[in-house]
T-cell receptor
Framework: DVKVTQSSRYLVKRTGEKVFLECVQDMDHENMFWYRQDPGLGLRLIYFSYDVKMKEKGDIPEGYSVSREKKERFSLILESASTNQTSMYLC????????????FGDGTRLSIL | RKEVEQDPGPFNVPEGATVAFNCTYSNSASQSFFWYRQDCRKEPKLLMSVYSSGNEDGRFTAQLNRASQYISLLIRDSKLSDSATYLCVVDTGGYQKVTFGTGTKLQVIP
């Protein structure tokens, strides 16, 4: 079974803080993704990575950056947290083969006060 | 038009009923289609992939209609445990990028 592990289930931070969300997968997947999920808006892609040190912007990258130094780890960074970044953050991974689904971590519920 | 559209519901059905959800997509070049299930405050979990010829997994049947650009999910003999939000997922680019629908909420009532 694919295991995607996110570092925290719940996190509370203050406005202006630099926030790190970590994600690790154990299936040697090339592709990794960060989403945020908000009521009524569904999952929206923030960034994704298709290889070590490679990254691509998703639909809503503003205010975020990512790091992929090792294949199994993909980090999401909120450079200066703001209240509108309060959300559920979901990490996923997949192989590059066609018709293969993404597998998700448990999610991090982040509150910015 | 949104890339992936679903009726948000909720669909309230009695136990044992058959219920069907549709999902329309806008990109005619899409090749990969999935249904995910998401329980309240949990992560999405893959329910089933959707193949061109249609496919079945127990009480669940998925269909793809390329001409009309929609996929469907049929649930037979609904159980209380089927209560969840069902997300339609369609590939929209390289690297297995996908777009998620906003989900259809199903509530199965005793």
């Amino acid at each position: 079974d694919v295991k995607v592990t996110q570092s925290s289930r719940y996190l509370v931070k203050r406005t202006g803080e630099k926030v790190f969300l970590e994600c690790v997968q154990d299936m040697d997947h090339e592709n990794m993704f960060w989403y945020r999920q908000d009521p009524g808006l569904g999952l929206r892609l923030i960034y994704f990575s298709y290889d070590v040190k490679m990254k691509e912007k998703g639909d809503i990258p503003e205010g975020y950056s990512v790091s992929r130094e090792k294949k199994e780890r993909f980090s999401l960074i909120l450079e200066s947290a703001s209240t509108n970044q309060t959300s559920m953050y979901l990490c996923a991974s997949s192989t590059p083969k066609s018709n293969q689904p993404q597998h998700f971590g448990d999610g991090t519920r982040l509150s910015i006060l | 038009r949104k890339e992936v559209e679903q009726d948000p519901g909720p669909f309230n059905v009695p136990e044992g009923a058959t219920v069907a959800f549709n999902c329309t997509y806008s990109n005619s070049a899409s090749q990969s289609f999935f249904w995910y299930r998401q329980d309240c405050r949990k992560e999405p979990k893959l329910l089933m992939s959707v193949y061109s010829s249609g496919n079945e997994d127990g009480r669940f049947t998925a269909q793809l209609n390329r001409a009309s650009q929609y996929i469907s999910l049929l649930i037979r003999d609904s159980k209380l445990s089927d209560s969840a939000t069902y997300l339609c997922v369609v590939d929209t680019g390289g690297y297995q990028k996908v777009t998620f629908g906003t989900g259809t909420k199903l509530q199965v009532i005793p």
